[in-house]
């Protein structure tokens, strides 16, 4: 038996670096998988990468629809039963004017990217995670919440609300024992940062596997009794 066997991961963004790597670690350990992102092909490709023999499915929504969430969670609960773990993964990042050149429609999308998905997600899912089962929710926020930086007001304002919101969860659901924490990430080593800045100290960042092993820690029994965290992961970044 292994550490996640019987545990049923839900993991938003499944589809994207940090899911894929993500996923593929809970596989190795035995958990079962609900895979969610909004591309249904991108989200069979990420499936198809999982250890033979895993357990998962894949469920195509888009995580700022309230109903369609509600929906899946819905099904991932027929099709698996309760749910252990919410991997709050999907979320992205765009540079922008400065603030005051800033448009509604830019401000919006990354709030809505970055906060609201979490949000939704939690809101539906909470429900489905059974009391003083190891319950644990973890939120991927960034390193750039903990200090804003020009041209980037949205995006660290949004990742910045995942950590009160992590902390506002944490402290609702403690009595369940129910666990909730963020990561920090600095900046991750995926082919979009390297073609984005390929004269950057690559392997100074972050690798994926090594943020999905933390990830696994906060979701494994040795972390039960850390909740509310915002754990700093940077490399050397
Ligand atoms: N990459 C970094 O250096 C870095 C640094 C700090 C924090 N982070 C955070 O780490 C997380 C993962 O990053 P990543 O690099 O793995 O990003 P990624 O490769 O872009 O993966 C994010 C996934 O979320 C999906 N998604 C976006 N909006 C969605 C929606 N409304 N409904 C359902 N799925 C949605 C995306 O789908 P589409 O591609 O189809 O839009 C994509 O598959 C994000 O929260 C990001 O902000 C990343």
Redesign the pocket.
Known sequence: MQEFTGKTVVV??A?????RATARAFARRGARLAL????PD?LQSARNALPEGCDSAVFA????DPAAVADTIAAVKKRFGAIHVLAN?????AMGPALHETTDEQWNSLMD??LR?VFNCCRAAIPEIPDRAGGRIVN?S??AAVRGAGHMAPYCAS?AAVITLTESLSEELKDRGITVNCIL????D?P??RSAMPDAEHDAWVPLDALADVILFLASDAARCVTGAAVPVYGRS
Request: glycine share 18%.
């Open positions: 938003t963004g589809a994207g670096n940090l899911g969610i992102d909004l591309n991108a929504a888009d995580l700022l993964i999907a979320g992205g990042f990217l970055n998905t991927i960034a390193r990742k990430p600095g900046t991750l995926t979009e940062n």
